[in-house]
């Protein structure tokens, strides 16, 4: 089955700088690849995602990039706020296999953002 | 106000009792999950229900049981057979993006269960 794998697992750096996460996966037939962030003591919510058809999609901040011949993916957050300070999670899925998103996830990774 | 309930936030469980985790929502959505998760594990997959009356096992369904009555309902037993069941559950649902697949998770506020 699928395995993602997510590096760093905790990650502090200076307001308005840049932070980049990454993901490895296994399975080559996946094709959606979401990013969850999750705020102390809240839900995980979706904040951007990408299909295995575009190598980079953005949204003001962030953005994330896939490279599906090494099979990875990565999430750039520039000028970082002390809001961004989250957890923030990986996925990957093939998507709609009989129905449901069954989404693989990474370990997470802790971003701090330092004032 | 549309959404996903997780009852309850917090839950105490003696060894050897099951204990039931109770999830509803008013979104509509056709499938809805439950997944664990554990510090650096990130998420994991317990089970997961496409329609009412079908549920199929995630990466980690032993000692869990699942029901799918209702397509608002999705309850989660966790049962004494679960070896290491302190943890946070979070319960989520997604509807099918038009012309592709499923698409973004809705998640539940996670109920938290500390076995004793």
């Known amino acids: 089955g699928e395995n993602v794998e997510q590096h760093p697992s905790t990650l502090s750096v200076q307001e308005g700088d840049s932070a980049v996460i990454k993901c490895t996966y296994s399975?080559?037939?996946?094709?959606?690849f979401p990013w969850y962030k999750q705020e102390l003591g809240k839900r995980p919510q979706l904040i951007i995602d990408?299909?295995?058809?575009?190598g980079e999609k953005k949204d003001q901040r962030i953005a994330v990039t896939l490279n599906k011949t090494a099979k990875h993916f990565s999430l750039h957050i520039t000028e970082t706020q002390p809001e961004d300070s989250a957890v923030y999670f990986c996925?990957?899925?093939?998507?709609?296999?009989?129905?449901?998103?069954?989404?693989?996830f990474g370990q997470g990774t802790r971003l701090t953002i330092n004032p | 106000d549309g959404g996903i309930t997780q009852s309850p936030k917090y839950l105490f469980r003696k060894e050897g009792q099951n204990v039931t985790l109770s999830c509803e929502q008013n979104?509509?959505?056709?499938?809805m999950y439950w997944y664990r998760q554990d510090p650096g594990q990130g998420l994991r997959l317990i089970y997961y229900?496409?329609?009412?009356?079908?549920?199929q096992k995630g990466d980690i369904a032993e000692g869990y049981s699942v029901s799918r009555e209702k397509k608002e309902s999705f309850p989660l037993t966790v049962t004494s057979a679960q070896k290491n069941p302190t943890a946070f559950y979070l319960c989520?649902?997604?509807?099918?993006?038009?012309?592709?697949?499923?698409?973004?998770?809705?998640f539940g506020e996670g109920s938290r269960l500390t076995v004793l």
């Open positions: 996925a990957a899925s093939r998507g709609g296999i009989q129905g449901a998103q069954k989404l693989v």
């Open positions: 979104l509509n959505h056709d499938a």
């Open positions: 229900s496409q329609i009412v009356n079908d549920f």
């Open positions: 399975d080559s037939a996946s094709n959606y």
């Open positions: 989520a649902s997604s509807t099918p993006i038009a012309g592709g697949p499923n698409g973004e998770l809705f």
């Open positions: 990408i299909r295995s058809n575009v």
